[in-house]
């Protein structure tokens, strides 16, 4: 039962926060983009960009990471590594990323209990660390729309079954509002808005069409 009295404005300590979570990226490369046929290609690319652009605006750290990218699956995304020019990217063997030490020490190095996962495939690639993690008791959470499977199956049942070990599906759009979560937060107010023009799609054009009728601080 609710105890009105105990009842105050607060957010939930589920919710994402600049602060407290960490985003990795798993494995987005020429090869693994090949193979993906779960949803659109260029719609994935898009969300990845516009997650790599929300971690960016509130700070928060990233671990990239891919896989054999010399030897099969070629390098990171190119508008990925172009928004952490200067971050490392951690090439591995092993398809599960929790399973390579350097990629672990760079999660535990963030110091961030909450892992926001994306990445190709979602079957294999992000299955298979975010059950690990998991595991592990850290929380997990898994950007459906900047990861994809060979298939439409494959995608949606690895969807599940991470659900169904603990993890929470989210989206690109609400990882950033999230981080966000006040439109009265001015110091990330316009960087937000510029995600959001050039990655959200309708959404976008909604806040393109705000701002030229209302004026460009109009919020949301």
């Not at 193979?35 to 750290?61: C, E, H, M, Q, Y």
């Not at 929790?98 to 495939?121: H, I």
């Not at 199956?153 to 991470?162: D, P, S």
Request: aromatic share 8%; proline share 5%; with cysteine.
């Amino acid at each position: 039962m609710v105890n009105i009295s105990e009842v105050t404005a607060a957010p939930s300590p589920d919710l994402l926060t600049p602060d407290n979570c960490a985003v990795l990226f798993i494995d987005h490369q020429p090869q693994m983009f090949f193979g993906t046929g779960s949803g659109d290609r260029t719609a994935i690319i898009n969300s990845t960009v516009g997650l790599a652009k929300a971690a960016k605006t509130f700070d928060v750290p990233v671990v990239l990471s891919t896989v054999a990218a010399e030897s099969f699956s070629g390098p990171i995304l190119p508008q990925l590594a172009e928004v952490f020019p200067d971050q490392k990217i951690i090439d591995r063997t092993t398809m599960n990323a929790w399973e390579d030490s350097a990629f672990v020490e760079a999660v535990k190095a963030t110091g961030r209990k909450k892992l926001v996962l994306a990445g190709l495939w979602t079957e294999v690639c992000i299955v298979l660390p975010a059950l690990s993690a998991l595991a592990q008791d850290y929380e997990v959470y898994v950007v459906t729309d900047a990861s994809g499977g060979v298939s439409p199956q494959a995608h949606e049942h690895a969807v599940q079954r991470m659900i169904q070990g603990g993890a929470v599906p989210v989206t690109w759009v609400q990882v950033l509002l999230e981080l966000q979560r006040d439109w009265a937060r001015g110091e990330t107010y316009m960087s937000v808005m510029d995600v959001v023009k050039e990655h959200a799609g309708a959404y976008g054009l909604g806040v393109v069409y705000a701002q030229a009728v209302i004026g460009a601080h109009a919020a949301g």
